[in-house]
Structures are given as C-alpha cells and as structure tokens.
C-alpha cells in the first residue's frame, strides 16, 4: 500500500528525515513511534504532499506523491496536526462544507461516517458545544469521506480520557477489520501501540533505527532460585538459555514445567517461577537509550 523511498527533508540547513525507506502493506495496522522532534509529522507531510522531499519519493497505492499527488492521495483520509472546525456550526454542516471543496457525498454517506464514529446523536449539535473526544470522532469521519484505502492518524487518543481512548481503539480496529483500511498511527501512548499494531517504526534524530515487529519469539521466565550456580548446568541441558537477571528462555518446543522439574531432582529450590511479557515501552526504551 505505502512505499516510501530514501525520503530525505531539512529546515533552514537542519536535517529533519534523512533517507527514510519503508514499505506498509495493505491491511495492516503500521506505528510510526518517535519523540518530540523525530521526524514524524515530517514523515506524514512528506505522504501527504504537504511538504516536497529534498530528497527520495513516496508512493501510495503504487502513485508516486511527488509527481501525481491527486492520484496517490485520492483515496487516502487524514487526522493531521489539530483538527479545526467551524466553532458556530454543526458538526453535520462542518463535514458538508469540507466534502463540498472536494466533490459532492451524498446524506447517506455522510451519516454512514458519522454512524461509525458513534457521533449521530450530536452531529447537529454546534462544535463548540463538544467535548475534545467528539472533536476527534469528527475529524475520524471527516478523514472516512473520501472512502479512503488508506488512512493516517496523527497522534488519534491524544488528550482523550480512557473511556474515549478505548472507543478510537475500537473504531481503528473496525476500520481495519471490517472494512479492509490500512492504518499507519502515530502515538506517544505505547501501551495503545502495543494493543493495535502489527508492525512498528522507530525514527530517532530523522533517521530509521528500526523497522519491523517489535515481540520476540522466545518467552522469557523470571526464577528466583536458592543456587544459579548449582542450576546453570541442569538449564542447558534442558535447552533454557539464561538471560541475566534471573531470566531465561525456552528454545522452540521447551516446556517450563520441564525445567522446573529438572532443576528440582538436582535438588535446587525453586521459589517463584513468573512470565515475563516484554513490552513495547521496554523495546523502545532499549533502542533510542545509548
């Protein structure tokens, strides 16, 4: 769905994205992870045909953006930077007027979206009178409009409570699920990333520095034991690799039972026996700290 080629873009003589190559395929949920300063919106203004690259090219659906734009965007949606509406009129006129610049939609295309973004008991109601969640489910059905194929949200659960955060997990994987878009998110809430995405990306000072699915395939075990030293021979025979801090880890088919058993017929006392779930946060952390 997404191709991007060697983008490269600097302000005033300062580097912001330099030689950024990735590829999103259609159908899935893609994070683009980075902090304040990375290169992110970047990324999404260079896709969006915003910003003209220094250097490289972006392709959407197989259309480069530089150089055929209306295409390449034609069926791609948007939450970018903060939502602006019209304050004084509905929420149901603020998505008419916006389509209107485009091209016509008809009334039951604009109340499928706002249907599935759960706003139509208040789509008549003025936007000044909404909350900021509603504000981000208006600007989710304004970014469905263009029946899109592809859809860039920018920081989606920003400044949403945890009831509302749910709700737009629930809405992005809809889109995804039921409806067959492709997502790419970006989000500062790792805990949300972890929950939608298939695959991530990490820009650190605009340059790539990982690209990929972030779990690992191996399980890890935490163990408190009376001697590591008496149990170190009896976890390699069993196939446990020790990972430090009273970590290890079970090659393919090992089972933890097994161990256990094992480390207490060679007679080593076995107080705790824990999973470990790796995390995102943990996973970032490890790659942009020296």
């Not at 789509?123 to 208006?138: E, F, K, T, W």
């Not at 399980?219 to 446990?240: H, Y």
Request: net charge negative.
């Amino acid at each position: 769905m997404v191709r991007l080629e060697n983008l490269s873009k600097a302000f005033r003589g300062r580097p912001a994205l330099t030689g950024l190559s990735l590829e999103i395929q259609r159908g899935e949920i893609f994070g683009l992870l980075g902090h304040n300063g990375a290169g992110k919106s970047t990324t999404f203004g260079l896709m969006l045909g915003h910003l003209h690259p220094d250097g490289g090219e972006a392709f959407i659906a197989g259309h480069s953006v530089q150089r055929d734009r209306a295409r390449a965007i034609s069926r791609v949606g948007a939450i970018f930077e903060t939502p602006a509406f019209y304050e004084y009129m509905s929420g149901w006129h603020n998505l008419r007027f916006f389509v209107s610049l485009s091209g016509l939609v008809p009334d039951e295309r604009l109340m499928e979206a706002v249907k599935l973004v759960r706003l139509e008991k208040r789509i008549h109601d003025p936007v000044r009178a909404y909350s900021h969640g509603m504000r981000q489910r208006l600007a989710l059905a304004q970014a469905l409009l263009p029946d899109p194929e592809f859809i860039l949200l920018d920081e989606p659960t920003e400044g949403l409570d945890p009831e509302g955060i749910q709700e737009m997990r629930e809405m992005i994987r809809h889109l995804r699920d039921e409806r067959g878009l492709t997502v790419m998110l970006s989000s500062h809430l790792l805990s949300e990333v972890e929950l939608l995405c298939d695959r991530v990306a990490i820009l650190h000072q605009g340059r790539l520095i990982f690209c990929g699915s972030w779990k690992s395939g191996e399980p890890q075990w935490r163990l408190d034991l009376d001697d590591w030293a008496k149990a170190a021979p009896v976890l390699e025979r069993v196939g446990a690799v020790s990972g430090g801090k009273n970590l290890v880890s079970l090659r393919a088919g090992g089972d933890m039972a097994d161990v256990v058993a094992a480390l207490v017929q060679a007679g080593v006392r076995v107080r705790a026996v824990e999973p470990v779930k790796a995390t995102l946060e943990d996973f970032y952390m490890g790659h942009i700290l020296p």
